[in-house]
């Protein structure tokens, strides 16, 4: 399937250091969705996550993974960054479809 590349995003999801090996988890369920790619950023407590915005949306991806017992990294400035994008994905898909 053909996509733009301003439909194709790029984000890193963080998660709680009380738990480091469920990154590897996390990574296995996200690259289990259709058109999700996602791969542990070495040395660090998180992910990287690429998706098509008309498909999945970063929030919908992180309540996916919260469903499935993943704990996130709930700190007050990863709390704001997250409201930031999903905020601005939101506002994005409503452009892209017109």
Known sequence: MFYKES???RREIL???ILP???EDA???LNGLENVKAEKIKEKCSLTVEYNLKEHSLYDLEVFLQQKGFIL???FFNKIIRSM???AEEIELNNLKG
């Open 15 to 17: 998660f709680s250091k």
């Open 73 to 75: 990294d709930e700190s």
């Open 27 to 29: 990574v296995k369920e």
């Open 21 to 23: 090996s469920q990154v």
């Open 7 to 9: 439909e194709i995003k």
């Open 85 to 87: 994008v999903y905020y």
